[in-house]
């Protein structure tokens, strides 16, 4: 197993290391197509911006490299100027400077960047409404009056993974807000986006003026009672960050539970389709971007059990991460297909709102954050634990 681990990881710091000069300072947002492995850019600004960062600084970490950390570093201009546009400050901040700014300051100890990544909690915490206890996840455009007041009050599930962002704020500075929001906004998901069953919605919707709840919704899944795979996997990882970063033993066992409606969903493929309740009649798209999360969400959650000396459920999720890792590489990995500039095929990005005409590659393409966890899922399957989040 280590050997095919090895190689993996082999093929992944090799596709990084012939990319960098191709990509230069440009951030992927997603594939070309189905068949093009080359990626797509954000005309200035994504939520996408750091993943790619993200595995410079992982392939930094394993090779000693200095010119991959140069070319992380190198893209700071930007990562300074999303803080300062108004209309680019949204819930994804953690994404956005976790995997930058706290990755640097944490495998470096570059001040610089801990006052960057302190900046952006700060972004992150003022998103607050405390009176609803939550994070106000998107910025609608100025233009758009109906759009801002509707997102005023929403909630989404993908959220989890930025209030680690939070987390190392509080730690950094010993201000409890940063952690009292965290830990708020962690709660409120788990009670109304979490479902009984342990499926998930993707967003909730409060009353702006009363906070009081309305509904939840699935715009990125096939139906709004229905389970997208992608939402489900950020809600695996991020309870499983908040539990090891809390101990709190609610977060462990939703983590689990979400964990357990995918191992009894997941085709036997154990590849993620693009939502677990997608009726048979529909085109089955996988969503392997949800299959590479999911795996490293189940290897923290393994670290999180082995730290409770929970053992044997450790490992039973460990397994089942480890067997969503090769499923992964044996049919989707492309990371040694010459000329590819990414390391998975067969993403979903955009399902429900893509046209006949983006089909191809809102359905089926390569996505950044597909990568990412994909690389962080094989280091943690190596055993690696002093990651971003
Ligand atoms: N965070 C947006 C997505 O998962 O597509």
Redesign the pocket.
């Known amino acids: 197993m280590l050997k095919q681990l090895l190689e993996i990881q082999a093929d992944i710091v090799s596709n990084i290391e012939r990319n960098a000069p191709i990509i230069g300072l440009r951030n992927p947002m997603i594939g070309a197509g189905a068949e093009d492995f080359t990626w797509l850019y954000p005309e200035d600004y994504f ?1 996408t911006d750091s993943f790619w960062t993200g595995n410079l600084w992982l392939a930094h970490m394993l090779t000693g490299k200095d010119e991959l950390k140069n070319l992380a570093r190198m893209r700071y201009a930007h990562f300074k100027d999303i803080l300062d546009k108004p209309l680019w400050l949204n819930h ?1 901040l953690g ?1 956005e400077y976790s995997l930058t700014a706290v990755a640097d300051y944490k495998l470096t100890g570059n001040r610089n960047a801990r006052e960057l990544a302190l900046k952006a909690a700060d972004a992150l915490r003022s998103r607050f409404n405390w009176h609803g206890k939550y994070l106000v996840a998107w910025e609608a455009g100025a233009e758009d009056t109906a759009h801002a007041e509707s997102v005023q009050g929403k909630i ?1 599930i ?1 959220c989890m993974q930025n209030l680690s962002l939070l987390m190392w704020a509080w730690k950094e500075t010993n201000v409890q807000a940063y952690r009292d929001v965290a830990i708020a906004q962690a709660d409120t998901t788990l009670k109304y986006i979490v479902r009984d069953d342990f499926s998930t919605y993707h967003t909730f919707d409060f009353d702006t003026s009363t906070n009081k709840p309305i509904k939840g919704c699935t715009h ?1 899944g096939y139906a709004d009672e229905s389970c997208w795979s ?2 489900q996997a ?1 809600a695996i990882h991020g309870f499983a960050q908040m539990a090891l970063l809390t101990g709190d033993e609610r977060y462990i066992e939703a983590s689990m539970k979400l964990a357990d409606y995918v191992f009894e969903h997941i085709t036997p493929d154990l590849v993620p389709v693009w939502d677990y309740l997608l009726p048979e009649y529909e085109i089955q798209y996988k969503d392997t ?1 949800a299959g590479s999360i999911t795996a490293a969400g189940l290897f923290l959650l393994g670290e999180v059990l082995r730290s409770s000396n929970h053992i044997e459920k450790a490992v039973h999720y460990e397994s089942f991460g480890r067997d969503m890792l090769f499923a992964l590489r044996k049919k989707f990995d492309i990371s040694a297909v010459p000329d590819s500039q990414g390391l998975l095929s067969n993403a979903a ?2 399902l429900p709102q893509a046209n006949e005409k983006d089909l191809d590659y809102m359905a089926n393409a390569m996505l950044p ?1 597909g990568d990412y966890y994909y690389f962080e899922a094989v280091l943690r399957a190596m055993g690696h634990k002093k990651l971003f989040w």
């Open positions: 939520w994804d994404f989404i993908d990125q992608r939402g950020w971007s990005s955009h954050y």
